[in-house]
Antibody, heavy 120, light 108 residues
């Protein structure tokens, strides 16, 4: 069974960089699929942030592209999100997820989510 | 950008009812649509992909239909566990993934 678990600071100061890691168990990232990040602002809907393949191929939401880096560490079977220059608008629950496979850019497996608050 | 719009925003229903949630795309997305169920404090759960394909393990009372710009999620014979928020998601390409704003299904 594929399981994903987010980790990282729950509080980030404005203008700083938000950094989260997603540890994957039950499946090797190197075996395939795209692995991504989605966020949900308090009381609001879902926003896709970006996704990457183990080879390093990445796709980002155009509205966040200038501030986002997603990277993978296959040796630790985990991938990471960095979002720089954060503001209060970046306060959200951040989820990591795995997509459905070839040309299947929906999300079949999700982590439980981690709340990140941007505040001084 | 392709925008996804769900209706209604809130739906009140009773156990045993049949309900339908609609998702409209601002332009044709063929059948590249997924549906999710989300309960408070939990991650979304995939229900339907490719507009009408039922994800493994999802009860058959859930069904999806549509193509182009209009899609529906139907739940027949509502169960107590079905009261949640439902989201549609467009996914024709990785650079165009967008979610609907959600439909909250509440107990009447």
């Amino acid at each position: 069974q594929v399981q994903l678990q987010e980790s990282g600071p729950g509080l980030v100061k404005p203008s700083e960089t938000l950094s989260l890691t997603c540890a994957v168990s039950g499946y090797s990232i190197s075996s395939g699929y795209y692995w991504g990040w989605i966020r949900q602002s308090p009381g609001k809907g879902l926003e896709w942030i970006g996704s990457m393949y183990h080879s390093g191929s990445t796709y980002y939401n155009p509205s966040l592209k200038s501030r986002v880096i997603i990277s993978v560490d296959t040796s630790k079977n985990q991938f990471s999100l960095k979002l720089n220059s954060v503001t209060a608008a970046d306060t959200a629950v951040y989820y990591c997820a795995r997509d459905g496979g070839y040309s299947a850019y929906y999300f079949s497996y999700w982590g439980q989510g981690t709340l990140v608050t941007v505040s001084s | 950008d392709i925008q996804m719009s769900q209706s209604p925003s809130t739906l009140s229903a009773s156990v045993g009812d049949r309900v339908t949630i609609t998702c409209r795309a601002s332009q044709s997305i063929s059948g590249w649509l997924a549906w999710y169920q989300q309960k408070p404090g939990k991650a979304p759960k995939l229900l339907i992909y490719k507009a009408s394909s039922l994800e493994s393990g999802v009860p058959s009372r859930f069904s999806g239909s549509g193509s182009g710009t209009e899609f529906t999620l139907t739940i027949t014979s509502l169960q107590p566990d079905d009261f949640a928020t439902y989201y549609c998601q467009h996914y024709s390409t990785y650079s165009s993934i967008t979610f609907g704003q959600g439909t909250r299904l509440e107990i009447k």
